[in-house]
């Protein structure tokens, strides 16, 4: 299956500070890729989908200014947690669909952020 | 009530058994149907992936899906530890939208 490489795996990082997570597909071209949080034993929360070269598409009760979303190529999409809080601690992964006309998305390893 | 239904368990079953996993949907659009397998700190992994109704076998795990029935499900024949995860079913529309719907997830432990 396609490869998608999440990173850093764990961060750990001071309240008020930003913190970056990158997504790439390793072996193919993804012109969208999804993010999503989860909570100890809950299921995935989609936050916001990304395509290349476009604006993300962010669900509703995610706000836009503290999770920015970059896209800029076909095989990276950026997730930037700006001013962390310690609500913010959690586990965000991403994923990304193969090229158009498939459904099959692959998920990134995730990502454990904890704001001190 | 929820898109995609899903037990959150644990369920508890001893190596060799055949363990079912079970999801159900009330969005009657849903035609694309996932089946992951997440483990502790990890991201998911596809295990399965099927189209509209019908069984689809790979190894030990069969998916079936029963439109009529708006019931999936995922078997995991002679069962190992090592397949102690956390199985998450997933689905999605044909269409515009392919943004997969998950269900909260299923913990399997298997013991030796």
């Known amino acids: 299956g396609a490869v998608v490489s999440q990173h850093p795996s764990r961060v750990i990082c001071k309240s008020g500070t930003s913190v970056k997570i990158e997504c790439r597909s390793l072996d193919f071209q993804a012109t969208t890729m999804f993010w999503y949080r989860q909570f100890p034993k809950q299921s995935l929360m989609l936050m916001a989908t990304?395509?290349?070269?476009?604006?993300?598409?962010?669900e509703q009760g995610v706000e836009k200014d503290k999770f920015l979303i970059n896209h800029a190529s076909l095989t990276l999409s950026t997730l930037t947690v700006t001013s962390a809080h310690p609500e913010d601690s959690s586990f965000y992964i991403c994923?990304?669909?193969?090229?158009?006309?498939?459904?099959?998305?692959?998920f990134g390893q995730g990502t454990r952020l904890t704001v001190v | 009530q929820k898109e995609v239904e899903q037990d959150p368990g644990p369920l508890s079953v001893p190596e060799g058994a055949i363990v079912s996993l079970n999801c159900t949907y009330s969005n009657s659009a849903f035609q694309y149907f996932m089946w992951y397998r997440q483990y502790s700190r990890k991201g998911p992994e596809l295990l399965m992936y099927?189209?509209?109704?019908g069984n689809k076998e790979d190894g030990r795990f069969t998916a079936q899906v029963d439109k009529s029935s708006k019931y999936i499900s995922l078997f995991i024949r002679d069962s190992q530890p090592s397949d102690s995860a956390t199985y998450l079913c997933a689905m999605s529309q044909s269409g515009g939208s392919y943004i997969p719907t998950f269900g909260r997830g299923t913990s399997l432990i298997v013991h030796p």
């Open positions: 994923s990304a669909r193969t090229p158009p006309g498939n459904t099959e998305a692959f």
């Open positions: 990304s395509n290349e070269g476009s604006k993300a598409t962010y």
């Open positions: 099927t189209y509209s109704s």
